[in-house]
């Protein structure tokens, strides 16, 4: 017989991951380099250096060590939240009634509700280690600005954290989060970069995006002495280090002899499910196992199912260096959606390269029907999720009903990224049915695409 | 050589308690009976069947049973959000340079943020198998109220939730949550009870009391069929279900032979304070160790520190059965604190008889120290901590420093109630510098003292 297997499993400390694991190292087809906007040459260290930390940017170009340790400081505070609990989803499975056994790894038990503090710890980390004093960047949804908050405090550095001016009106708790958290919060487009004073001069009454707050961010980082740039998603860098929470999935999997068939994690930049399918992936790569990889997107933000593989900036005001991904296009304007974290017209360059490959597969699913699985699972595991990680646990369900259908037993496994605590106002409009299921029109991706750069 | 602490001392399933601690059983002076209101005479069961649940009403009435069995219906939902960690404060140890050891216990890590909970599933089961069908309670701060909804959502139970109107008003993200469990809130007073309806017609804009709410859930239940009422603390039977955190933080040191010489406990009706310390108490009252118990309560509403012994009732409307206890009198209006969980006026009467008996110290802390404490716990220790479990952060940290300053190596023990998540509007007024810290004259005590009952 089989031992029995805790709703709960728990690494120790001592069965941490002490590395992060860069699965472009497993990869035949590496993803394609990034290009430096000017020259249209693949960049340099030298190129991102006045931008990131030097760390950062050497785990950016490296695709080929397969591991790479993580400094004792970062596994100090690692301890503080991890290893975060994978969990098994006994009450979802009697509820649904299915054959299927449904996994969960649960990453919002830090305060800033999500897995982003995994990555924004290692980049404080980093940049105190630099010598720098200060860092800078923007935050949409607020889990980004939440967690960098947290780090900088815990690592000694100053933040200034541009949040996209309809969300600080929005989100007076994240707000107030990132303010106690020691963290200058400035409500964007503002008076405090030139990019930000020229938006204002065009348009006074914009409500922001999150193209404008990157821009300023990157503005003050370039124009402040031992100051650099962090973010948080997207870039490989992000996605090695969010590498931990495939790597405890693993693990803890190892240890009770499970193997999961069908790997789920929702999908805006990337980070997240990067992290979480790499050490699954890559011995899929090398034929050692035969998983299911679905990556959950938003119907309303939809750039892996409809998007298009090519050269993209990471941002509207098209200052970033280019990416080769799927993307929707720099210009793309996603529909209003709660999901703040998976309102991005790309996806990693990673991930991007490995769908194309067809190694992953992708769905779209639509706001009201997340929120649907997201008030269930939350009344029936106890656990209220965040808008992004519910778009996982809609297909999770799909899955596991699907299982019931044909009878197999399959071995689920998904992301849950976060808590919604913050995200009550999310909560309240679908409560009272004021939610938009908007799905882009060919016309509007068309104007997208317009965007795309020709190179 | 000892074994080395991990940072978070998690308990196996296995290793969870199997009965709820009775501390009464293992007390010479017992606490004082409930006593009815109109007879004086000790109340019995069938007085209180008609407000509570069948098996409440025996635990309430129950001195002397040491362990009582946790029915496998309850253990099994504890198993979804338990065992909590227990936590090394290392990070702490280091920012105070204190030669003291600091643990606390974590209960904020489920979604309705608060020790809450394990009373609020324990009630939700208990009124299930009574064959009832729905529950009525009130909320002040929306800890109680959001752990009911979960255990009602989760136990199949319709839910009514009287929230005073200016808490429902300040705190939107706590009516949202309580709706999105499926739960009916109702900003109290309303028109929907006899007792609303007539507080609303002498005071069409009050802006609600806990008093008040307690009268209208309390109406509900006894007119409603197959309905009972639920409270989140004071009773002894409410304690009874807390001791579950006292149980497995001793589960934990007796594993790691630790053994705490100081135990500190936020006090606002007592029931994080009771069941924290069960298990070391009895252990005290026989003679086998010489911990230090410390209640910490607001200065603001100093039921401990500067109460009196006496039977007062419970709610404000004065319809409870007599509780002999430490209170500041039924008709005592504390000053505006953000910690709405500790604004009561009197406290549970076992840990009033042992404070009375002098096995339990108190200290009274002022507001802004507590958030100066609160905030600095966060930046440490990466917990963003709620304002109530924050008074016990505050002589936790008192404790450490003078243990620097006298060179002690004492292990201290605290109870960590929950997360500040959903009281941001708390920490923005900390931040803006627009606190209160007002003490209640001896005058204003003087007032609350003449509404204690004459018997």
């Known amino acids: 017989m089989t031992q029995h297997i805790p709703t709960r499993l728990y690494l120790s400390e001592e069965e941490q991951p002490k590395s992060w694991f860069n699965l472009r190292a497993f990869m035949k087809n590496k993803p394609a380099p990034l290009l430096h906007p000017g020259t249209l040459q693949p960049a340099t260290a030298a190129d991102l250096a006045p ?10 170009l490296d695709d080929s060590t397969p591991l790479i340790p993580i ?76 967690a960098m908050a947290m780090a900088c405090a815990f690592f000694g550095l100053d933040l200034t954290v541009y949040m996209v001016r309809v969300s600080a009106e929005q989100k007076p708790y994240r707000k107030a989060l990132i303010e106690t958290y020691g963290a200058q919060l400035i409500s964007s487009p503002s008076n405090t970069t030139d990019s930000g004073r020229k938006i204002l001069a065009d348009n006074p009454n914009t409500s922001g995006s999150l193209g404008c707050a990157i821009s300023e961010a990157i503005e003050k980082a370039v124009k402040t002495p031992k100051c650099r740039y962090v973010l ?45 399918i790499a050490p699954f992936m890559s011995e899929k790569l090398q034929g050692k196992n035969d998983i299911q990889f679905i990556a959950v997107e938003p119907a309303s933000c939809p750039s892996f199912t409809r998007g298009k593989f090519a050269y993209d900036f990471g941002d509207t005001a098209q200052t970033t260096p280019l990416i080769k991904m799927y993307s929707l296009g720099s210009g793309f304007i996603p529909s209003a959606n709660h999901a703040g974290g998976l309102r991005y017209h790309g996806m990693n360059s990673t991930l991007s390269q490995l769908y194309h ?99």
């Open 232 to 276: 948080g998603s997207v870039l490989n860098h992000v996605l090695l280090h969010q590498s931990i929470i495939g790597q405890e999935c693993k693990a803890a999997f190892d240890k009770y002899g499970i193997k999961p068939d069908v790997i789920i994690g929702s999908a805006g930049g990337g980070s997240n499910l990067g992290g979480l």
């Open 357 to 455: 490959d067809k190694f992953i597969e992708a769905r779209a699913v639509t706001q009201t029907a997340v929120f649907d699985s997201a008030v269930k699972f939350a009344k029936i595991e106890g656990i209220l999720p965040a808008p992004e990680s519910s778009h996982a646990i809609k297909v999770a369900i799909d899955e596991a009903l699907e299982c019931k259908r044909t009878g197999e037993k399959k071995v689920i496994l998904f992301g849950l990224t976060g808590t919604g605590y913050f995200d009550m106002s999310a909560y309240s409009a679908y409560n009272n049915n004021t939610m938009s299921d908007h799905i882009p029109t060919d016309e509007e991706l068309e104007m997208g695409f317009a965007t795309l750069p020709k190179c």
């Open 71 to 146: 400094p004792d400081g970062i596994l100090e505070f690692y301890r503080a939240y991890r290893p975060a609990p994978l969990i098994r989803a006994y009450f979802l499975e009697r509820a649904l009634g299915t054959p299927a056994e449904i996994y969960y790894k649960h990453e919002g038990t830090n305060t800033s509700g999500s897995h982003k503090l995994n990555s924004a710890a290692a980049q404080a980390f980093y940049a105190k280690a630099d010598g720098l004093t200060s860092l800078s960047t923007e935050t949409g949804a607020g889990q980004w600005g939440s």
């Open 51 to 60: 931008v990131f930390c030097t760390e950062c940017v050497k785990q950016e």
